[in-house]
């Protein structure tokens, strides 16, 4: 079973920030795909289970952007 949640993040302005992001992301034990889209600011996250939103904002502020919240 696997699950895809949809968070929100600011900063992203181009595809090094998409990358930068997603591979934040894709560390997180479980995650099994990343699409980060900068126009939107959406990033989808599909995971084994669901994550923790304050794991994903960690990962995100790691990777110097801000999570907004989950869409």
């Known amino acids: 079973m696997s699950t895809t949640a949809v968070f929100t993040v600011d900063g992203m302005s181009c595809g090094h ?16 795909d990343v699409v980060a889209d900068a126009p939107t ?13 304050g794991v994903v904002r960690s ?3 790691g990777a110097g952007f801000t999570l907004v919240g989950r869409v």
């Open 17 to 32: 920030c998409e990358r930068t992001v997603s591979a934040g992301l894709a560390a997180l034990p479980g995650v099994t």
């Open 41 to 53: 600011g959406r990033v989808t996250v599909a995971s084994a289970q669901p994550l923790d939103e």
């Open 59 to 61: 990962a995100v502020d």
